[in-house]
């Protein structure tokens, strides 16, 4: 198997664990108002301000593009995916805030985003509290070490 397969193959296995992890917390999680509602909703986090906003913004909008051709397709299980979006400004300490904010303000049944690890490690541990799935395109490999079921790197690597 060549480079360019195996790196289709572990996006496609990391987006079906993914997938199913976001699945069983908005059906069957702890949010039982996500069960009755006709959205799924999906938080979003990245530096959309800041030196390093080009990458916030293209992670934004790969995330946006492939959202959208999921609603266009009729949703997940019929559901439509609603994304909401917090700038976290390049630091660390912004991204624990907004993570917070999209669990606890707008109770999201998942998170993406982040594609740097120094953000996305310092957020990390506040969806692991909330059990909430946590995909991310940075390249950090010892957070299973730290025993978290629900960080999900390599996401859209």
Known sequence: MDSISR???RFRLGALCFAGAVMLTSCFGHRSEQ????EILIGEYGA?????????????NGID????????????LGKKIRV????DRGKPEEA???VTRLITKYGVS????????????AAAPIAQQGHIPDGHACRYESESDKGWQLYFPHMFY
């Open 65 to 76: 593009m492939a959202f959208d051709k999921v609603n266009t397709s009729g949703g997940v």
């Open 35 to 38: 069960a009755d509602s006709a």
């Open 110 to 121: 998942a998170i993406l985003g982040e594609a740097t690890s120094t953000r996305s490690l």
């Open 48 to 60: 959309l301000t800041g030196n390093e906003a080009t990458l916030g913004i293209s992670t934004q």
């Open 84 to 87: 909401f979006v917090e700038d």
């Open 96 to 98: 624990q805030t907004v």
């Open 7 to 9: 790196v289709k193959a």
